[in-house]
């Protein structure tokens, strides 16, 4: 049903003047042309949210409504003037625009008046459709007398006649370009900035704007003769679709499709007080795609476009506004849809799985279904964004849905995936109840990566019994140790306090870390060695999550709980046993508490490479000073430093006991030696080569 809110404000969704408006035709434009025509001007548009798309049509609303849902082909509009300009309507909820439409409508004597005013001339046939603001009739060209426009004169009407068969009565002020000098003037769109398409005489007013034009090839004759001639309007020989694009490319509005579309969940940055903040750390997935794409490598940036998600309103987070020039193609994600995709069904449902944690995984069909509404819209902007025969390029769990989605529509595309999580072995993914549904999507892939050999296995076991099986690569992913070596050399002499051991540990608040755990572990040891009553401090830098995943809450009440009770007990004198700082810290500061820690702890349950450990043995290394790692042997890069490492096994209390007991009784010749040698097992690829290498392996599979 048509809404009529009397909309007198802005939308957030409206475009701003540093926008691009492209305002069109239906019928012999936007629909006109062949299929490839029409699907690349869809694609172009959606790799573009910042061309605002107007339709102008003399269709109704219901029927303007109908051919939207019927034709997938057909751009999503911002704005439809309908009923040949005598109807503004805000596409985002279909309401009509009274504001706007009030003085386009002034005048108009209804359309009962105009029926039975004109009933003198039987030449004229009543279109049987719905009208609102105007009354239209179809009529022969020998028709169009000066007895029947006189007539129309007389009632204060104007008219239009178009494609030799349809006669529009419509009120004296309004058509497609006035209504369109409505919308301009409203939202202060500057003419050099507009683009507008047609291919009827009912079109004539638009080409009047004095804005860019484009008249498709296939346009009515009157149009092409009677339209303004000029720089400005183009009359191109490509019909419908085409021509639009083509005008597109001449005004340099439109980039082509990327040869590699990067795929992941959220952007390098996050949008946080009117800008874009980016990560503090160099090391990590976000800075190591940021890297590659801004130039900031020997290759001087890849030929790509990342394509994420974002929650922010899109008349604020514009992509041009990143930093460093990166290619963004940012997908909008209403806010309530992220909360049943990001914050439930992958933290609630997916991430216990990956973690080994079947107990804790809660499924919930309604927010599975945004886990799969935001993967088809991930999958259709990815499609839009990629070149014929390119290459895609997806990360982690939150798109395992894509590679089915996308492959099945571009049969053409290379798609890899690399799992930064780690993956579960096969029984505990089939505890999922979607399981079968992404163990089909994932067999879609061309590629996949990980960190390890043991998380690659899984994943081929997962897939044993298929016919095909993508190729799978292991790229344990490092840091950028040169970055890391450098800060910690030139920051400043680390206050420390005399016979104090301080232990360490950075990490995002997630029960996968075990924070409860060494909590416990740390009353334990206190106990037990009551020599480090006084002397032993732990510091725990864990920044919350992103608000609103309710997943880790109950870690949350049961950490500082645990923190509490650990330190009223033991408190005395000025010490308390833990520092518990809950907030997330810029890297220069956590690069002072690397350099300060006796000890590094490390307890995940499961855990990808974890970059910080990597972090602290550079820190301390490049220094000279003798820290120590205490790993869980459930990381990744406990695969990669073996026995080397002061391995520890979270599921065992005492184990994590005594393995800290001994990190922190170890002498400091043989603190130094043991990390000397471990930085000699840090082998992994720094993040522009581990970049080269994943997109080198991908892109080998189209051969």
Not at 62 to 83: H, K, N
Not at 103 to 116: I, M, N, S
Not at 434 to 456: I, K, N, Y
Not at 555 to 569: D, P, V, W, Y
């Amino acid at each position: 049903m048509t809404q009529r809110a009397g909309r007198d404000q802005d939308r957030d969704w409206s475009a701003s003047a540093g926008d691009r408006v492209l305002v069109a035709d239906l019928d012999g434009t936007l629909l006109g042309g062949d299929q490839d025509g029409r699907l690349r001007l869809r694609r172009a548009l959606e790799r573009h949210p910042d061309i605002t798309v107007v339709f102008a049509t003399g269709r109704s609303l219901s029927s303007v409504e109908a051919v939207l849902r019927q034709d997938s082909l057909l751009p999503v509009p911002r704005w439809i003037i309908a009923d040949v300009g005598a109807s503004i309507i805000d596409a985002t909820d279909m309401s009509h625009v009274d504001a706007l439409e009030r003085p386009l409508r002034a005048g108009w004597p209804g359309q009962e008046h105009v029926r039975e005013a004109l009933l003198g001339f039987p030449q004229l046939t009543y279109q049987e459709v719905a009208q609102e603001g105007r009354c239209s009739f179809y009529l022969a060209p020998d028709g169009l007398t000066r007895a029947l426009t006189s007539a129309v004169r007389n009632m204060g009407c104007s008219w239009s006649f178009s494609e030799d068969r349809y006669f529009d009565v419509l009120p004296p002020r309004a058509g497609k370009g006035p209504a369109v000098r409505q919308l301009i003037h409203k939202h202060q769109w500057p003419l050099t900035r507009l683009l507008v398409a047609g291919d009827s005489l009912n079109d004539l007013s638009l080409f009047r704007l004095r804005s860019h034009g484009v008249i498709v090839g296939n346009a009515e004759a009157g149009l092409t003769e009677r339209a303004p001639h000029g720089s400005l309007i183009h009359r191109s020989h490509l019909d419908g679709a085409a021509a639009v694009l083509s005008a597109l490319q001449r005004l340099d509005w439109i980039k082509a499709p990327a040869p590699l579309v990067i795929g992941y969940h959220r952007a390098p940055a996050r949008w946080s007080e009117g800008r874009w903040k980016q990560p503090s750390s160099p090391n990590g997935i976000l800075p190591t795609l940021t890297s590659i794409l801004g130039g900031k490598n020997e290759d001087g940036g890849l030929d790509a476009v990342w394509a994420a998600a974002v929650t922010a309103e899109r008349h604020d987070a514009r992509p041009a506004s990143f930093p460093d020039r990166i290619p963004m193609a940012l997908l909008p994600v209403p806010p309530s849809r992220w909360v049943g995709y990001f914050h439930r069904a992958c933290k609630e449902t997916l991430w216990p799985a990956l973690m080994s944690q079947p107990h804790l995984i809660h499924h919930d069909p309604d927010h599975w279904a945004d886990y799969e509404q935001v993967n088809a819209a991930f999958a259709h902007h990815i499609s839009a964004h990629a070149a014929q025969g390119g290459t895609v390029w997806l990360h982690d769990y939150n798109l395992w849905l894509v590679p089915g989605l996308l492959k099945r529509d571009r049969p053409d595309l290379t798609i890899g995936l690399f799992h930064h999580t780690p993956f579960p072995a096969p029984d505990i993914l089939r505890a999922l109840p979607a399981a079968e549904q992404l163990r089909v999507s994932l067999a879609q892939l061309d590629w996949a990566g990980f960190h390890t050999a043991a998380f690659a296995q899984h994943f081929r076991q997962l897939l044993q019994d298929n016919k095909t099986v993508p190729r799978i690569g292991v790229h344990p992913l490092g840091i950028d140790q040169n970055a890391v070596a450098d800060l910690a050399r030139s920051r400043g002499p680390v206050p420390t306090v005399e016979d104090t051991l301080l232990v360490l540990s950075v990490e995002r608040l997630d029960y996968a870390k075990a924070p409860v755990h060494k909590i416990r572990a740390l009353a334990t040891l206190l106990d037990q060695q009551p020599e480090l009553r006084g002397r032993l401090c732990f510091r725990l830098v864990c920044p919350p999550p992103e608000p609103g995943i309710s997943a880790y809450e109950t870690t949350r009440i049961e950490l500082e709980q645990a923190i509490t009770a650990l330190n009223t007990r033991w408190k005395a004198d000025g010490w308390q046993p833990v520092e518990y700082i809950p907030r997330s810290l810029p890297f220069a500061e956590v690069m002072d508490h690397y350099l300060a820690a006796d000890v590094f702890w490390v307890t995940s349950l499961a855990d990808g490479m974890n970059l910080t450990a990597q972090e602290y043995l550079t820190a301390q290394a490049a220094t000279g000073r003798a820290g120590v790692l205490v790993l869980s042997r459930h990381t990744g890069i406990a695969h990669q430093l073996g026995n080397a490492a002061l391995l520890t096994d979270p599921y065992h209390p005492q184990d994590l006991v005594s393995t800290l007991h001994t990190a922190l009784t170890m002498p400091p010749s043989q603190r130094k030696a043991n990390t000397a040698h471990l930085i000699c097992l840090l082998n992994a690829a720094t993040p522009a080569a581990w970049s080269r290498a994943v997109i080198a392996a991908i892109r080998d599979q189209a051969g």
